[in-house]
């Protein structure tokens, strides 16, 4: 299995200020058939289902915030929210689709400081 | 807009068999651009990937080697829906469940509600 590891588990952010968090896989889910990195973000709120944020890395789904990004190649990987906001309180996933089981980083918990 | 719909029991005794369907509208399990996967969530083991079901010209399922053979995910195309069979449970297996759509490749899109199945006597 490809192992997915964040950094940090959790972390504390005043409203407004940037949020980087990190993801790294143990092996490289980077394919130069296609350029593109298999690597995902999820947003969870509590009592709610993970919310796809973005795929191939650094591709926003529709409909998320611009505030939102991310980026990254091979093995390292950064979410990161420019501006954090009250709403962006959850927990925060990355998962790599490079090859099956599909895996999950364990979750970085970001609260308003 | 793809909504999927959770059904099953939320207590199953340890040995026993955990079955779930996820009823799913705006799509069709049929469709040849999505997959249909089952993903569960529990403090000890996060987020694990279960398997998926998905048509291309002919039903392909893929499961995780760590459900061994315990694991059956069956698409029903006259109800639209799949489900998913756990054999032989035990503790470990309590968690909450979730349905999702994989669109294209390896990203899920859209989620169930997800339902917690505590395994239990």
């Known amino acids: 299995d490809i192992v997915m590891t964040q950094s940090p588990e959790s972390l504390a952010v005043s409203l407004g200020e940037r949020v980087t968090i990190n993801c790294k896989s143990s092996?490289?889910?980077?394919?130069?058939?296609?350029?593109?990195?298999?690597l995902t973000w999820y947003q969870q709120k509590p009592g709610q289902p993970p919310k796809l944020l973005i795929y191939w890395a650094s591709t926003r789904e529709s409909g998320v915030p611009d505030r939102f990004s991310g980026s990254g190649s091979g093995t390292d990987f950064t979410l990161t929210i420019s501006g954090l906001q009250a709403e962006d309180v959850a927990v925060y996933f990355c998962q790599q689709y490079y090859g099956t089981p599909y895996t999950f980083g364990q979750g970085t918990k970001l609260e308003i400081k | 807009q793809v909504q999927l719909q959770q059904s099953g029991l939320g207590v199953v005794k340890p040995s026993q068999t955990l079955s779930l369907t996820c009823a799913i509208s705006?799509?069709?399990?049929?469709?040849?651009?999505?997959?249909w996967n089952w993903i569960r969530q529990s403090p000890s083991r996060g987020l694990e990937w279960l398997g998926r079901t998905y048509y291309r010209s002919k039903w392909y399922n893929n499961y995780s080697i760590h459900m061994k053979s315990r694991i059956t995910i069956n698409p029903d195309t006259s109800k639209n829906h799949f489900s998913l069979q756990l054999n032989s449970v035990t503790p470990e297996d309590t968690a909450i469940y979730y349905c999702?759509?994989?669109?294209?490749?390896?990203?899920?899109?859209?989620w169930g509600p997800g339902s917690l199945v505590t395994v239990s006597s």
């Open positions: 999702t759509r994989e669109a294209v490749r390896g990203w899920s899109n859209f």
């Open positions: 092996q490289s889910v980077f394919s130069s058939s296609n350029n593109n990195n298999y």
């Open positions: 705006g799509d069709s399990v049929s469709s040849d651009s999505a997959s």
